[in-house]
């Protein structure tokens, strides 16, 4: 009796404490959630949208098709894109489906092609909840810090600090990889060529060479060497996938904007 007891309470508190795991998985989620709101309204109001209409159509333009790859759950988020007149190289899709590209990007992703692969990327991060899996894994604090940093006083100058959670998170390596591999299916399903992803990551590589900080997309992954390796292994997937998609007659028409003069 004394035993049944016992275990009962050891029950008991088991499924206490993992209703308050999941109290806190949910606080967490709506914090980061928020925060991330947050951030995406602060660089709204403190950086310059591209003035160009057609930058903004065509970056557009190559997120529709990706988004449009998605399930139909996915494809109804809350979407939103933005160009901002930034000369970094540089994009991100937040946990609130807000995608962020900098001007500066478009200048190596100079190709509706290679900005789909960036694009595809950084979609994948936001589809798959990374941001969330982090937070998940005990990276809830730094993420947290990273994110009250950017929303209690945003400027411009933070940008060059790589203070912000969107453009600076540390996504675990495995995350990276599964970003590249879904990027490059989705970008194929869409009907832009998963081969232009290739030239892309090497471009980007040597373009962000001693030159501070690198973007997102280059920051924590695996190394150049693996990564290429990665993408090498599911080019031929990705270009069955593009085949069918092209014969289905998925051919995107965003019409290619070329970077800002400085
Ligand atoms: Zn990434």
């Known amino acids: ?29 709506k914090e980061v959630r928020r925060e991330a709101r947050v951030e995406w309204l602060s660089m709204k109001r403190h950086l310059s949208v591209a003035h160009d209409p057609r930058i903004q159509n065509y970056v557009q333009c190559v997120a529709n098709n990706i988004i449009g790859t998605l399930s139909p759950e996915q494809a ?55 941001v969330m899996q982090r937070a998940r894994k005990g990276a809830r604090n730094n993420a947290l810090v990273l994110l009250g940093s950017a ?20 996504y675990a390596r495995e995350q990276e990889t599964k970003a590249d591999m879904i990027g490059l299916q989705s970008m194929a399903k869409a009907g832009f060529d998963p081969r232009a992803a290739l030239s892309l990551w090497k ?30 292994k599911q080019i031929r997937p990705a270009l069955i996938t593009y085949n069918q998609a092209v014969e289905a007659g998925k051919r995107p028409n965003c019409q290619a904007v070329a970077a800002p003069d400085r």
């Not at 590209?101 to 960036?118: C, E, K, Q, S």
């Not at 950084?122 to 909840?129: P, S």
């Not at 411009?156 to 959670?165: V, Y």
Request: aromatic residues 4%; contains cysteine.
């Open 1 to 29: 009796m004394l035993r049944n007891a016992s275990l009962l309470v050891a029950a008991c508190l088991a499924l206490t404490s993992s209703t308050i795991a999941r109290a806190q998985l949910i606080v967490s989620e």
């Open 76 to 130: 109804q988020a809350d979407w939103e894109v933005v160009v901002f007149d930034e000369d970094q190289i540089n994009a991100f899709a937040d946990p609130n489906y807000k995608i962020g590209v900098f001007t500066g990007l478009l200048r190596v992703a100079d190709t509706p092609d290679a900005l789909a692969a960036v694009i595809g990327h950084e979609v994948a991060h936001a589809t798959e909840g990374h």
């Open 151 to 170: 929303a209690t006083g945003i400027s411009p100058d933070l940008l060059n600090e790589g203070a912000m959670l969107s453009l600076n998170l540390p």
């Open 203 to 232: 471009n980007m590589a040597a373009a962000m060479s001693g030159k501070g900080a690198p973007p997102e997309f280059l920051s924590d992954h695996p190394a150049d060497d693996t990564r290429l390796d990665t993408i090498i």
